[in-house]
Antibody, heavy 118, light 110 residues
Framework: EVQLVESGGGLVQPGGSLTLSCAAS????????MHWVRRAPGKGLVWVSR????????NYADSVRGRFTISRDNAKNTVYLQMTSLRAEDTAVYYC???????????WGQGTLVTVSS | QSVLTQPPSVSAAPGQTVTISCSGS????????VSWYQHLPGTAPKLLIY???KRFSGIPDRFSGSKSGTSATLGITGIQTGDEADYYC???????????FGGGTKLTVL
């Protein structure tokens, strides 16, 4: 059974940093692109970043490029999202997803809440 | 402002049919596969349609996807109260080299 479990969310001050983790199980992790998306309160779903199975090919949304870093550890079946210079507008539930085909992700975690506030 | 444009809301009574449009451009929808998601805040997004018109495993045939030029459409027939949720289209944008989503459409079941 495919499972994705996010962790690492919490309350952080503006300008602070946080690293999210997504632990995967039930599939050949290193063969799949992985995505991060987020949904802010009262807002829509927004794509954040993706990383190929080799960990080399990476893409970011303009809103996070230069502040967020996606990475993965295939030995631990885990994908990470390192977030720095956090802003109030980064407050959202962050979800990781397994890529099925290009922009389609077939399995998702339940999400982890990040709140950026002083 | 989202790269893909969806109507903010649609509504339908149980048993009726609804369509949700997703408008883009030649750099995204016209030349890349479109997917559709159902999402309720606080829950995991649910993939409904991928590759324009393929239903994901376990998705009932009440849900369908189509595409023509720079627009895509999600159709839902036999609306049920459990379909009340937010729906998003998504695709790759070749010019921006990012995944793009629509702003989302809230389906209300009357």
């Amino acid at each position: 059974e495919v499972q994705l479990v996010e962790s690492g969310g919490g309350l952080v001050q503006p300008g602070g940093s946080l690293t999210l983790s997504c632990a995967a199980s039930g599939f050949a992790f290193s063969n799949y692109w992985m995505h991060w998306v987020r949904r802010a309160p009262g807002k829509g779903l927004v794509w954040v970043s993706r990383i190929k199975g080799d960990g080399i090919n990476i893409n970011y949304a303009d809103s996070v490029r230069g502040r967020f870093t996606i990475s993965r550890d295939n030995a631990k079946n885990t994908v990470y999202l390192q977030m720095t210079s956090l802003r109030a507008e980064d407050t959202a539930v962050y979800y990781c997803g397994r890529d099925l085909h290009i922009a389609a992700a077939d399995y998702w975690g339940q999400g982890t809440l990040v709140t950026v506030s002083s | 402002q989202s790269v893909l444009t969806q109507p903010p809301s649609v509504s339908a009574a149980p048993g009726q049919t609804v369509t949700i449009s997703c408008s883009g451009s030649s750099s995204n929808i016209a030349n890349n596969y479109v997917s559709w998601y159902q999402h309720l805040p606080g829950t995991a997004p649910k993939l409904l349609i991928y590759d324009d018109n393929k239903r994901f495993s376990g998705i009932p045939d009440r849900f369908s996807g189509s595409k023509s030029g720079t627009s895509a459409t999600l159709g839902i027939t036999g609306i049920q109260t459990g379909d009340e949720a937010d729906y998003y289209c998504g695709t790759w944008d070749t010019s921006l080299t990012v995944v793009v989503f629509g702003g989302g459409t809230k389906l209300t079941v009357l």
